[in-house]
């Protein structure tokens, strides 16, 4: 079978390296930054199946994808949904799982309605192109109304209520076309200036209950879409419970530790549901492992190539500020190994962020 990943960057790669060893697998990555479309066209007719690393596709080649509906995994609907965080936080709601309160906002007039149904603070977003903390802004008085709107305004926007959390986690599961799923361990999750530093499994003092909880969302979200593929549920942990805060129709930062630290990595397990081939196990390997980004700088991360227990991965990007240029994977025996391997790493984490403050 020939699938096409629609993207060439890391997550491209190691949805293909993933499944290197699989003969009856021929995969192919097609350059979006690239694009024609000629070359698409030619592209979609040369594969069998064809997925995507990222959601931030662009219009014109969502429109191309149309003309080929049945051979994309995860299926356009999904694709469409999670584009946009309007139709993404009503595809949570209809699918059982809380989300903070939000607005639709396409003026000023709409940012200042918000702000009186919704209370202040408010969290500001465009729908669509957002990650990494791009295209969102924070506002705490009714003054910053107007500074927001004139900074990602002009454009359809989302108004969501501030949610005061506990953590940040994720869970990500992977659904075959038979309905068959499987569900890796929940992460805890440490963002710095709006991007994702490190996960942790386990999270500490995380319930059995609130685990519990966090599973059945993901399998109540990926059935009500007839999902096929790796999908992500980002969760905040609030004194209330889980609050869903985004998707991911994809596999996900919060996972990489999976290519070390699980029988089955998110991204084989993406390839195998797309590919019509049984999933294979989620469960961790180890006790204890974790994920740590390596951001700007790759000087940092030589620390992990003299680290019995870790596994350095790099992007070969060209450095730049706030730019994720790799990760470091660490396996381990207990929490108190994984945590001394990350004091050992801690100049990959800016300072103050390393260890998680709860």
Not at 277 to 288: H, Q, R, S, V
Not at 328 to 351: C, G, N, Y
Request: proline share 4%; aromatic share 6%.
């Amino acid at each position: 079978m020939k699938i096409g990943i629609l993207g060439n960057g890391q997550l491209g790669q190691m949805l293909m390296d993933s499944v290197r060893d699989l003969p009856e697998l021929e995969i192919s990555l097609y350059d979006t930054r690239a694009h024609s479309d000629e070359a698409l066209d030619a592209f979609l007719a040369s594969v069998d199946r064809v997925s995507y690393e990222t959601e931030n596709i662009a219009a014109n080649i969502v429109a191309r994808l149309e003309n080929v509906a049945d051979k994309v995994y995860p299926s356009l609907k999904a694709l469409k949904t999670f584009q946009n965080r309007l139709l993404e936080k009503n595809a949570l709601r209809d699918a059982g799982i809380a989300t903070t309160r939000f607005c639709a906002v396409n003026s000023l007039d709409d940012l200042q309605t918000a702000i009186s149904t919704l209370g202040l603070p408010i969290v500001l977003k465009t729908t669509t192109e957002g990650y990494d903390g791009k295209g969102q802004y924070v506002l705490r008085t009714s003054d910053d109304a107007g500074p927001a709107w004139r900074a990602i305004g002009n454009r359809e926007l989302i108004a969501e209520a501030f949610v005061e959390f506990e953590r940040e986690t994720s869970v990500i599961a992977s659904r075959d076309e038979n309905g068959n799923i499987v569900v890796f361990p929940m992460t805890e999750n440490v963002h710095h200036e709006g991007i994702l530093r490190y996960s942790l499994y386990p999270a500490a003092n995380l319930s059995a209950d609130k685990v519990a909880l966090a599973e059945r969302y993901i399998r109540q979200l990926a059935y009500s879409l007839d999902y096929v593929g790796t999908i992500t549920l980002e969760l905040f942990e609030t004194a209330e419970g889980l609050v869903a805060n985004e998707v991911a129709p994809r596999v996900h930062n919060s996972g990489h530790w999976s290519i070390e630290g699980a029988t089955t990595s998110q991204f084989r397990n993406h390839m195998l549901a797309i590919a019509g081939l049984p999933l294979g196990a989620a469960e961790p390997k180890y006790p204890a492992v974790a994920m740590l980004n390596v951001i700007g700088d790759e000087t940092p991360a030589a620390q992990a190539d003299t680290t019995a227990n870790a596994f350095r991965h790099s992007y070969g990007k060209e450095a730049r500020p706030a730019r994720k240029l790799g990760h470091v994977t660490v396996v381990a025996d207990s929490t108190e190994e994984r945590d001394a391997t990350i004091d050992q790493l801690a100049d990959l984490i800016p300072a103050g962020v390393w260890p998680p403050k709860h």
